[in-house]
């Protein structure tokens, strides 16, 4: 096992290996798994023993070593961003570390730090690819429950104006609840008007492919997961944040109906 001499750099690894745990959390890992990969990369680096908590909001890491005091981080959650991709990078950074235990090279916090902003900062998706996704999904769920060929190519005209519209909306870095509401608002009145112009049958059929865009389905698969894997806290939270989610984009839907019905 290789051991870290110098306290300042043990310090730096944790840090690191934290960030790597927070950004695990918030590209759409579940707490066990972001748990277990830190007491993993941390046992990698020498420790005795590591105690890991983590819910939704909060990771906080107390690491153990025979011959040193213990060091104790906590790093404060701030919104999620879900991304896949990022989270396989992630998972595959954590076993390459655990893997690369006896290898010093792989260990120094310079060479882990430039690695682990490397895949921070990696670009997602283009934003044109976003729209062309956005609309294929809303499209698609239109047709599935019985909307007509030109509900779906309106709910994909108008999920790609939401895609467009969202992008716009998170440059503010408001609330995410009144990002979605906002959001949400905006495809009900873009449904109600496609109808209004003919380029539409059925505001229902329409919107739903668009509501289904917007659905967190991942959160409330996450947090339903936790709870049955013993992290009630954290499984509570993300179930009960994705139902109001839910409920806040169906607010806006109808509530979309009313203002075109109001000045219509």
């Not at 959001?183 to 492919?209: C, E, K, P």
């Amino acid at each position: 096992m290789y051991y870290i001499q110098d306290d300042y750099k043990i310090a730096r690894m944790v840090e690191q290996i934290v960030s790597i745990g927070e950004m695990m959390l918030t590209s759409g890992s579940d707490v066990s798994r972001v748990e277990d990969s830190i007491r993993r990369m941390c046992d990698a680096i020498g420790a005795h023993r590591t105690e890991v908590f983590s819910i939704t909001s909060t990771i906080i890491v107390s690491v153990y070593f025979k011959d040193r005091a213990p060091i104790t981080q906590t790093r404060r959650i701030r919104g999620m961003s879900y991304n896949l991709n990022r989270l396989e990078q992630l998972n595959a950074l954590s076993r390459e570390i655990v893997a690369k235990a006896n290898t010093p090279e792989e260990f120094q916090s310079c060479t882990l730090h430039q690695r682990v902003v490397r895949i921070r900062t990696e670009h997602e998706y283009n934003w044109k690819y976003r729209m062309l996704f956005y609309a294929l999904i809303s499209s698609s769920f239109s047709v599935f429950f019985g909307g007509s060929p030109l509900d779906a190519i309106s709910s994909a005209v108008i999920g790609a104006l939401i895609c467009i519209f969202e992008k716009f909306i998170k440059c503010f870095d408001i609330n995410p609840f009144i990002t979605s509401f906002d959001v949400s608002l905006f495809g009900g009145v873009m449904a109600y008007l496609f109808v209004f112009v003919g380029f539409g049958n059925s505001f229902d059929r329409i919107s739903i492919g668009n509501i289904m865009v917007l659905i967190p389905g991942l959160q409330l698969t996450n947090g339903l997961r936790d709870m049955f894997a013993g992290d009630t806290i954290t499984g509570l939270t993300r179930t009960i944040e994705a139902c109001l989610q839910s409920m806040i984009i169906a607010l806006g839907f109808i509530l979309a109906g009313h203002l075109i019905g109001f000045f219509v």
